[in-house]
């Protein structure tokens, strides 16, 4: 089983500033990443699939970058709405398996 | 638009039964792989269990491999989740995801339904 590791496990930033998430694979997952973001009392939403392509209606502050090992998600610049808690996924091969998460809260 | 929509959770005793299911609309259900991913309180997410959209495939967690039974009802455009020998850390949230066909990713989820194991 792939093992998924986020960092931090808490980022505060502040609003209008730049956010930089990590997600490392215990083996080689190619660009078989997702992101996802949850809100308290939500369901998760898709962000980001293939390391970097945006999900419909995902705004163009997130981006992500990666492949192999090492991933990331960049929010540009932080808004309200943004202060939630993220998530990786490999879908690389079953099982697939989620990071920790990492939540961005308000600095 | 798509639309997943969980039913089932509940109250139950260790070493009980529960069927989740999950109601699809919006796409052709029967083209597309589903899965059932938990959330227990305050943690992260577990893929628990996914199927085909034929329903000839299945997959299972080792966390729940022996216990658990998927299965989809493509007339009925709707996916269940049989769980036996419930334990108490089986207590979570129980989403419906769909799978696209061309990746491993889950869009959309389902609002989730709360299964709890309690004596």
């Known amino acids: 089983e792939i093992v998924m590791t986020q960092s931090p496990a808490t980022l505060s930033v502040s609003p209008g500033e730049r956010a930089t998430l990590s997600c490392r694979a215990s083996?080689?997952?190619?660009?078989?990443l997702a992101w996802y973001q949850q809100k308290p009392g939500q369901a998760p939403r898709l962000l980001i699939y293939?390391?970097?392509t945006r999900a419909t209606g995902v705004p163009a502050r997130f981006s992500g970058s990666g492949s192999g090992t090492e991933f990331t998600l960049t929010i540009s610049s932080l808004q309200s709405e943004d202060f939630a808690v993220y998530y990786c996924?490999?879908?690389?091969?079953?099982?697939?398996?989620f990071g920790g998460g990492t939540k961005v809260e308000i600095k | 638009e798509v639309q997943l929509v969980e039913s089932g959770g509940g109250l139950v005793q260790p070493g009980g039964s529960l069927r989740l299911s999950c109601a699809a609309s919006?796409?052709?259900?029967?083209?597309?792989?589903m899965r059932w991913v938990r959330q227990a309180p305050g943690k992260g997410l577990e893929c628990v269990s996914g199927?085909?959209?034929?329903?000839?495939?299945?997959y299972y967690a080792d966390s729940v491999k022996g216990r658990f039974t998927i299965s989809r009802d493509n007339s009925k455009n709707t996916v269940y989740l049989q769980m036996n020998s419930l334990r108490a850390e089986d207590t979570a949230v129980y989403y419906c995801?769909?799978?696209?066909?061309?990746?491993?990713?889950?869009?959309?989820w389902g609002q989730g339904t709360l299964v709890t194991v309690s004596s």
């Open positions: 995801v769909k799978r696209p066909d061309t990746g491993g990713w889950f869009d959309p």
């Open positions: 919006g796409f052709t259900f029967s083209n597309y792989a």
């Open positions: 199927i085909s959209g034929s329903g000839d495939s299945t």
């Open positions: 083996q080689s997952v190619n660009s078989n």
């Open positions: 293939g390391a970097s």
């Open positions: 996924q490999h879908y690389n091969n079953w099982p697939v398996t």
